[in-house]
């Protein structure tokens, strides 16, 4: 009978490394893979350019983006953080690059990630099975025998991970029973919910604005506090990374005041304007304005001032010149909700953490059994957090069994 070192359920981010680095200690691994294909949902990440980690914070920074649960994951960053992971993946021959403090790759294509990976389990001689769904768990002597797939095929092994994701894009994973095994093995599934959730708005107009982003804007959420950071408009409202991390405070009614220039002040805007205008008196006002801001969002911002597009700088009264420049430091969105699990990029909740060792990702409840990435309890920010975090814990167990 074949008996494997790891059966690992599910070939997402945190699956593949735990594969990749037992493969490296020479241990006898199997990956199963309920898609036709692993890595699925990795195509999809940073819009398709895979934003892999965050570099330049401490561990603690690092793991306060998860908030209260974050905690959890300082023992196994220690032994595979950010440094580690860069280091994991030049030394492997997967060249990056950095951009403001988020990496990717260098080709900045999530499917070299994903050839790079496939290239790795290959080396490592990682048996993959896809098209295969576990459905069952079976117990011997308070310990997982064996596993048993839609093909009636059964794994035996000495140790299990759970890696099967969370709920988030139903499309790519829709698969939620590690959930319910490890339910069934007595383990506590938090409430799951919805995060890093794009927001629909009741301005339909911003569907001409789909695709268009903007960098380092700043973001007031009803009267708090403005964030700066990248915005991405969508057919049907608002997302990037700023609205994802601010997502989870958004509800219906709430209003968001976008201002594309935070660093200026009204008057140094309007000073700034009138000079350029003075230099460009015979150029159309949609010509200098979309020099400074997106082609189809300026058209929408002189739509809004009652500007006509054609109209020549010279003409550009005063009155005209303060309604476009409030409009550009104050476009106002009124929020309709949250969009669920379908577009959220990650699952608030999962495995409860109190029945994890956090040192080696480990069961508490049941002695060859491990759990990584999104199934856990854990979700952070837009950013890398969140792969980051499946690399580790899956790299973690690897060095357990
Ligand atoms: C659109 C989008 C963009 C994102 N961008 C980023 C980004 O740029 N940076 C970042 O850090 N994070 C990003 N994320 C989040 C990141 O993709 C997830 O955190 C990560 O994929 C979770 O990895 P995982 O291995 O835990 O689960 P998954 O990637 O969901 O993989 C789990 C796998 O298990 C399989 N499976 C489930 N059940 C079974 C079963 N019973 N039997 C067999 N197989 C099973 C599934 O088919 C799936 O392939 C993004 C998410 C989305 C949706």
């Known amino acids: 009978m074949l008996k494997y070192d790891l059966c690992i359920i599910g070939g997402g981010p945190a699956g593949i490394m735990a594969a990749i680095a037992s493969g490296e200690r020479n241990k006898k691994v199997v990956l199963i893979e309920k898609n036709d294909e692993i890595g699925k949902k990795l195509l999809l990440t940073g819009g398709g350019r895979c934003n892999l980690t965050y570099k330049g914070l401490t561990n603690k920074e690092f793991v306060s983006r998860f908030g209260k649960q974050g905690d959890f994951l300082l023992s196994s960053l220690s032994s595979f953080g950010v440094e580690e992971l860069i280091d994991f993946f030049n030394k492997r021959g997967l060249a990056l690059k950095v951009e403001d403090n988020k990496v990717y790759p260098k080709s900045e294509k999530a499917k070299d990630v994903l050839n790079f990976f496939k290239n790795e389990l290959k080396k490592n001689n990682v048996t993959i099975i896809t098209n295969a769904e576990v459905r069952d768990f079976l117990f011997k002597d308070k310990k997982i025998e064996k596993v048993l797939l839609n093909t009636n095929e059964e794994i035996f092994a000495d140790n299990f991970l759970i890696a099967t994701g969370g709920k988030s894009y139903p499309n790519v994973n829709s698969n939620f029973n590690g959930y319910a095994f490890s339910k069934k093995m007595g383990h506590k599934v938090t409430s799951l919910t919805p995060a890093l959730t794009p927001i629909e708005t009741k301005e339909k107009w911003v569907s001409v604005l789909k695709g268009v982003s903007l960098r380092n804007v700043s973001i007031k959420l009803n009267k708090e506090k403005e964030v700066v950071g990248d915005l991405l408009f969508t057919h049907f409202g608002l997302s990037g990374p700023v609205i994802l991390n601010l997502s989870q405070r958004i509800k219906t009614k709430d209003k968001i005041f976008i201002d594309l220039f935070p660093n200026k002040k009204i008057e140094e805007l309007e000073k700034e304007f009138l000079d ?126």
């Not at 199934?375 to 690399?391: A, H, R």
């Open 276 to 401: 350029l205008f003075d230099k460009n008196i015979k150029k159309t006002i949609y010509n200098i304005l979309s020099d400074v801001i997106p082609l189809k969002l300026a058209a929408v911002i002189l739509n809004f001032s009652g500007i006509n597009k054609e109209e020549i700088c010279r003409n550009i009264n005063k009155e005209q010149r303060k309604k476009l420049i409030k409009n550009i430091k104050n476009i106002e969105f009124n929020v309709i909700g949250l969009l669920g699990f379908e577009k959220a990029m990650v699952t608030k909740g999962g495995i409860s953490l109190k029945e994890i060792d956090s040192k080696t990702l480990k069961s508490k409840l049941v002695s060859n059994l491990y759990f990584a990435g999104e199934v856990i309890d854990l979700n952070g920010e837009s950013g890398g957090f969140n792969l980051q975090m499946c690399f580790t814990t899956g790299y973690i167990v690897a060095q357990s069994i």
